[in-house]
């Protein structure tokens, strides 16, 4: 691949995808089959992306944006190894909001930009000094926990959706599932995209789409942007969100790796600082803070498509697009039930993929220790648990994830201390000898 990662091989005969077979990141299809696969991914980001801004009172054509010039430049730092969309990510409303409230938009901007910071830091410790540390902070069981919950998380959201327009949202979800196995090739692929285009049909033809704000809108204008402003007391709420963002990220490098079946443990520190970077850009133009996109993942499993070229289509559409506002209102007259339909696809596959990886690395649920760790974070992000702190309100995702990771490391500690645990943390023969070589060793000795 070029320094860029731009340089793709074409995928058999660049028509259709064999089965069994994935297209890798440094592949692609022909260019019309790639730039439709691209317009999907940029379908599936668009109705998260925006929200984002809409809860926060930021532009959205601006969070648009600089959402696709993060893309580009992701792809660019991690020189095309690693799929993804950076769209707006919901750990920072709370922080937006709350620091809104006391230094206004130029002072939540600040924070952004300070996580942003914070992030591209870690990424680059984990780039010198390798991803060893992080794999043994996150391991199989924690990392698939963490995966599964993002998704699962998410369900309330696509049920809410779906409860808005049940007619439709069934009509885009029956789409979707029907497509996928009826038609061959790519046809077949695009089932997500199918799904939504024949549901928006439905929901103009029953009278859900509301067009007045389109008809206003210019066709052709600039994105909002907007300078920050630093200050002290929003520090304290946007250090944690960059937590969230690196399990947010490794979690979406550990997915990439278990459906492409590549190792990508090398370019995780570069993950880390490509998001850290666009959140910076963001930050300083406007823009909310941006993760790698759990709604992308889910077009990737149903696609089987892992290029990086229909990446870069999707971060130039989005550029394009943010200097429509008319195009960014049609966008917006998406209706919930569509949405509600294609996320209950797209969040599902998410929380499946969380699934995958604890099968592929043969976590052994018979470990209390994992099956603890699965048990409490699922319930803990699946339920949407909250604590609030002040102004802060960590939710599901955050917590769930914290929970993983303490309740991991503190009964392996527990257990090394106590010798208590001989259950292997992982199946089959070599994980079996060991854990009986481990139990020899701390059993107690007889005297002679």
Same mark, same amino acid.
């Given at each position: ?7 793709? %091989? ?26 439709g ?16 801004? !809409? ?16 893309t ?8 095309? /190894? ?10 920072? !409303? +709370?922080?937006?909001?709350?620091? /809104?409230?006391?230094?206004g938009?130029?002072g ?42 993002? $998704? #699962? ?15 439709? =949202? ?13 038609f061959?090739? !790519? ?9 939504? *285009? ?6 103009m ?8 704000? *389109?008809?206003?809108? =210019?066709?052709v204008?600039?994105?909002?942007? /907007? ?5 002290? $007391? ?22 990439? &790796?278990a ?25 300083? $133009? ?17 696609? %089987?498509? @892992? &290029?990086?070229?229909? @990446? ?11 200097? &429509? ?17 294609? +996320?209950?696809? #797209? ?12 099968? /592929? ?28 702190i ?17 309740i @991991?490391?503190?009964?392996?500690? !527990? ?20 854990? +009986? ?12």
């Open positions: 691949m070029s320094m860029l990662g731009t340089k793709w %091989k074409l995928h058999g005969n660049g028509k259709s995808i064999r089965p069994g077979e994935v297209v890798k990141p440094d592949e692609r299809l022909a260019w019309p089959l790639t730039i696969v691209g317009m999907q991914h940029v379908v599936a980001m668009f109705g998260a992306t925006f929200l984002v801004p !809409i809860i926060t009172g930021m532009p959205p054509a601006t969070t648009l944006f600089f959402s696709g010039i993060g580009l430049l992701f792809l660019v730092i991690t020189k095309g /190894q690693v799929p993804s969309y950076l769209g707006s990510s919901f750990a920072f !409303i +709370a922080p937006i909001m709350a620091s /809104q409230q006391q230094y938009v130029p939540a901007l600040g924070g952004v930009v300070l996580a942003g910071v914070g992030l591209a830091i870690i990424g680059a410790v984990v780039q010198k000094f390798g991803a060893g540390w992080i794999n043994r902070l996150m391991p199989p069981i924690v990392t698939g926990a963490i995966v599964g919950l993002i $998704g #699962l998380n998410l369900a309330p959201a696509a049920k809410n959706n779906f409860d808005a327009a049940p007619v439709t =949202a069934l009509i885009t979800l029956a789409t979707i599932i029907v497509t996928s196995v009826f061959r090739g !790519i046809l077949g692929r695009l089932s997500i995209l199918a799904g939504v *285009v024949l549901g928006y049909a439905v929901a033809i029953r009278g859900e789409v509301d067009f007045t704000k *389109v008809d206003s809108a =210019a066709w204008g600039l994105p909002f942007f /907007q300078t920050p402003e630093f200050h002290l $007391g929003v520090v304290g709420l946007f250090v944690p969100v960059v937590l969230v963002l690196v399990a947010e990220n490794i979690g979406h490098v550990k997915s990439v &790796s459906m492409t079946g590549q190792n990508l443990d090398g370019v995780s520190g570069r993950a880390l600082m490509a998001d850290g970077a666009a959140t910076v850009l963001a930050g300083m $133009g406007g823009g909310s803070g941006t993760t790698t996109y759990a709604e992308n993942i889910g077009v990737m499993a149903a696609t %089987k498509v @892992y &290029s990086t070229a229909a @990446y870069w289509v999707a971060g130039i559409f989005a550029v394009v697009l943010s200097f &429509s506002p008319k195009f960014g209102e049609l966008i917006a007259t998406v209706p919930a039930g569509v949405l509600g339909g294609a +996320a209950t696809m #797209l969040y599902g596959m998410i929380g499946v993929l969380g699934v995958k990886i604890w099968v /592929q690395n043969k976590v052994n649920f018979a470990n209390p220790i994992n099956l603890t760790t699965a048990a409490v974070a699922l319930i803990v992000g699946i339920a949407d648990y909250t604590w609030t002040g102004d802060l309100k960590f939710t599901g995702i955050a917590l769930g994830s914290a929970a993983a990771l303490v @991991y490391h503190g009964m392996k500690a !527990i257990a090394k201390a106590r010798g208590t645990v001989a259950e292997p943390e992982t199946e089959g023969p070599l994980a079996a000898a060991a854990a +009986a070589a481990t139990a020899v060793r701390r059993a107690p000795k007889k005297r002679r």
